[in-house]
């Protein structure tokens, strides 16, 4: 059974970072390609960014440049560090197996972030 649990939200004022963790099991996560996406409140998915088993990366073209996502194949485990975060990043943040996509079969229960002054 794909499982993915998602860690590292929270309450952040703007312009702070944050690091977003997702621990894997169940499947072969070192050839799996891994995406992180969010859902902000009244809206619909949106696709962050994807790292593929060969560790090369694609973002989401607003994203780039303020989100990195990277992945440990020892730990099982992928990250999002995302920076000079604003109000508009507050979201529900999931990560996903599989590629760029607005939709995922397997994906975690999410990691709230809150951006707020």
């Known amino acids: 059974e794909v499982q993915l649990v998602e860690s590292g939200g929270g309450l952040v004022e703007p312009g702070e970072s944050l690091r977003l963790s997702c621990e894997a099991s169940?499947?072969?996560?070192?050839?799996?390609?891994m995406s992180w996406a969010r859902q902000a409140p009244g809206k619909g998915p949106e696709w962050l960014a994807a790292i593929y088993s060969d560790y090369t990366t694609d973002y989401n073209a607003a994203m780039k440049g303020r989100f990195i996502i990277s992945r440990d194949n020892a730990k099982n485990t992928v990250y999002l560090q995302m920076r000079s975060l604003k109000p508009e990043d507050t979201a529900v943040y999931y990560c996903?197996?599989?590629?760029?996509?607005?939709?995922?079969?397997?994906r975690g229960q999410g990691t709230q972030v809150t951006v707020s002054s």
């Open positions: 169940g499947f072969t996560f070192s050839t799996s390609i």
């Open positions: 996903a197996v599989g590629g760029p996509a607005v939709t995922f079969t397997s």
